[in-house]
């Protein structure tokens, strides 16, 4: 049995029947449920940090916001109406975590968006050096987008940059993103250099990936929560995050931080 099927196992066997909620204890390495009414819990310890509408990306801002909010009051508004180049509003912890865990967090989305390039709202990069802390030296790994299809449906898309790679294979049917309602994307990431490498991503409790590669060119793991695209119709586009977690169990959707 596998080490992430362990840990599924222990969470299934932990988890009172008919009672949705988990109680993950020691299990949560890292959480922001935005209540603070700022963006501390990002930045807490010199280990993340935000960036957004700055002289090079001025088409993109980054707030905390009460228009919407998955629990509480609070959550994060990130817009972005780049039209002819990548531009990127994102929010980033990086840190030595265990070589296998679970990231999460809740988006919303207030109407579709016809997608002209990827638009990646979840990354796992590589660090590189000590300034990577600050945002700065980080290589490009594993990208999870939004793509539009024919038919309007939005879905997620997964793009591994490392040429051997590349884009990951849709699957057969494509589960489409919700609209006007909040979703969760959960990844298990297990960053070893090897074959045992893994990344499988949830939407909304559905398994949508399970990708087995090596990934542990670091032993930290810089993790960013992103509106990264350019020409989205319409050219504005808002997309709303919060109860974002790193966990050593699955929170899954009728979780609880």
């Given at each position: 049995?596998?080490?992430?099927?362990?840990?599924?196992?222990?969470?299934?066997?932990?988890?009172?029947?008919?009672?949705?909620?988990?109680?993950?204890?020691?299990?949560?390495?890292?959480?922001?449920?935005?209540e603070t009414g700022d963006l501390s819990e990002w930045t807490q310890g010199g280990k993340?940090?935000?960036?957004?509408?700055?002289?090079?990306?001025?088409?993109?801002?980054?707030?905390i916001s009460t228009d919407v909010a998955h629990s509480?009051?609070?959550?994060?508004?990130?817009?972005?109406?780049?039209?002819?180049?990548?531009?990127d509003a994102h929010l980033w912890r990086v840190d030595d975590y265990p070589i296998a865990a679970y990231y999460s967090a809740w988006f919303y989305l207030p109407r579709a968006y016809q997608t002209a390039a990827d638009w990646s709202i979840v990354q796992f990069q590589v660090p590189s050096g000590a300034s990577s802390a600050d945002g700065g030296m980080v290589g490009q790994l594993l990208d999870?987008?939004?793509?539009?299809l024919?038919?309007?449906?939005?879905?997620?898309?997964?793009y591994d940059h490392r040429a051997a790679y590349l884009r990951a294979a849709t699957p057969?049917?494509?589960?489409?993103?919700?609209?006007?309602?909040?979703?969760?994307?959960?990844?298990?990431?297990?960053?070893?250099?090897?074959?045992?490498?893994?990344a499988a991503i949830w939407l909304d409790g559905q398994l949508n990936y399970d990708l087995h590669r090596p990934f542990g060119a670091s032993s930290s793991v810089y993790w960013t929560v992103s509106s990264k695209t350019f020409g989205l119709s319409p050219a504005e586009s808002v997309i709303?995050?919060?109860?974002?977690?790193?966990?050593?169990?699955?929170?899954?959707?009728t979780g609880e931080l």
């Open positions: 049995m596998t080490g992430r099927a362990l840990v599924l196992l222990a969470v299934v066997l932990g988890a009172p029947a008919c009672n949705g909620r988990l109680n993950l204890g020691s299990s949560l390495l890292w959480s922001a449920r935005h993340g940090g935000t960036a957004a509408d700055t002289p090079d990306s001025p088409d993109t801002s980054l707030v509480g009051r609070y959550s994060v508004k990130l817009t972005n109406g780049a039209v002819s180049m990548y531009e999870i987008d939004l793509r539009s024919p038919g309007g449906d939005l879905i997620l898309s997964v057969d049917p494509a589960i489409p993103v919700p609209i006007g309602r909040w979703f969760q994307i959960e990844a298990y990431y297990r960053n070893a250099d090897d074959d045992t490498g893994e709303y995050v919060d109860d974002a977690a790193v966990s050593l169990a699955r929170i899954t959707p």
